[in-house]
């Protein structure tokens, strides 16, 4: 996350925000970013010598800190627990060490008690990072009381909605609120995989990014999101909580497709020429010609990806040329 803010980036996984970076590019925005207080790294650096870069320079922000702020992966409503999980040890310094501990929290993250916590903390390490268990753990109850030395005098814990009660209120977009925020739907999405985390614009891409950011958003302004998924299933097969994302983001194009007209029209349109061999095959021609010929590469794509490259033959001609090459071996 603070490399990603260094550059002046977003996040490209939910899990893993730099994951788009390779350690050559990382040792070179620390050298270019940070001043020499801190150790620049050569652009031979190694993995752990990054580290201790960024441990450095964080650890003398954490300390000089007057507010720490965290998110919350569950509240335990039995006992008003906070459950942090991470891996680094950010989560632990942030809201340990600052005088006040300010805590963000979506109402879905509430569970009933205890007895619920093991087996949604097994399955959330197991699917983010494939580890046992996560190498943090953080119970927080309250703030600082009068026997202890350390942690926040202040606490306060802010609940957000932002549309959570209105995806609750739907029979079908509520099972929405079950995510429990691992990131393995996207892991093995072949779009994601494809494309990467900036490609969608929004904090979440992948899978989950196209159900949760159009009911947030609003389907008008981030329904084009819904486009970037082939209906392949991996989404759904590999989520820990069983979420039927395939269904979840059908519903949401039917939605799609009864505010805006337009793509009813095109639809239909797909339809007919997919429904005959022949309309089909003259499309495939057409789209094969024009593809030699030179093209605008639009903006809004170049910006996060590069515009592929048509392929020079068709998948029908490629097939029919292997079927002809096998008759003839025979």
Request: proline letters at 7%; aromatic letters at 6%.
């Amino acid at each position: 996350e603070y490399i990603v803010q260094l550059d002046h980036e977003k996040s490209s996984h939910i899990i893993m925000p730099a994951i788009h970076k390779t350690k050559e590019q990382i040792a070179q925005l620390f050298a270019d970013k940070l001043n020499e207080d801190f150790g620049k790294p050569p652009k031979d650096a190694t993995v752990d010598e990054l580290i201790g870069v960024g441990r450095k320079v964080l650890r003398q922000k954490f300390m000089q800190a007057d507010m720490g702020i965290s998110g919350v992966n569950f509240a335990i409503a039995e006992t008003g627990t906070l459950c942090l999980v991470a891996n680094e040890g950010n989560g632990r310094i942030s809201t340990g060490a600052p005088d006040i501990h300010v805590a963000l929290m979506g109402l879905e993250k509430v569970i009933p008690s205890f007895a619920e916590l093991p087996t949604l903390l097994k399955l959330l390490t197991r699917s983010a990072t494939g580890q046992i268990m996560t190498t943090y753990l953080n119970m927080i109850s309250s703030p600082r009381k009068d026997q202890e030395l350390d942690g926040p005098s202040q606490f306060h814990l802010v609940i957000i909605d932002n549309k959570r009660s209105a995806m609750y209120q739907d029979d079908v977009l509520q099972e929405t609120l079950t995510c429990i925020r691992c990131g393995a739907c996207m892991n093995h999405c072949p779009v994601y995989t494809r494309i990467g985390g900036h490609a969608y614009g929004s904090t979440y891409p992948g899978p989950i990014g196209q159900i949760v950011t159009p009911q947030i958003e609003g389907i008008e302004h981030a329904g084009d999101l819904l486009d970037a998924c082939s209906l392949n299933g991996a989404c759904g097969e590999a989520c820990p909580v069983s979420i039927d994302l395939p269904v979840l983001i059908r519903e949401l194009r039917n939605k799609q497709t009864s505010l805006k007209p337009p793509h009813r029209v095109i639809w239909n349109i797909w339809r007919q020429f997919y429904r005959s061999t022949k309309r089909h095959a003259l499309l495939s021609k057409f789209v094969s010609l024009c593809s030699r010929l030179p093209m605008p590469t639009p903006k809004a794509w170049s910006n996060t990806r590069t515009f592929p490259k048509p392929a020079p033959e068709s998948f029908s001609t490629l097939i029919k040329k292997q079927k002809e090459n096998e008759r003839e071996s025979e």
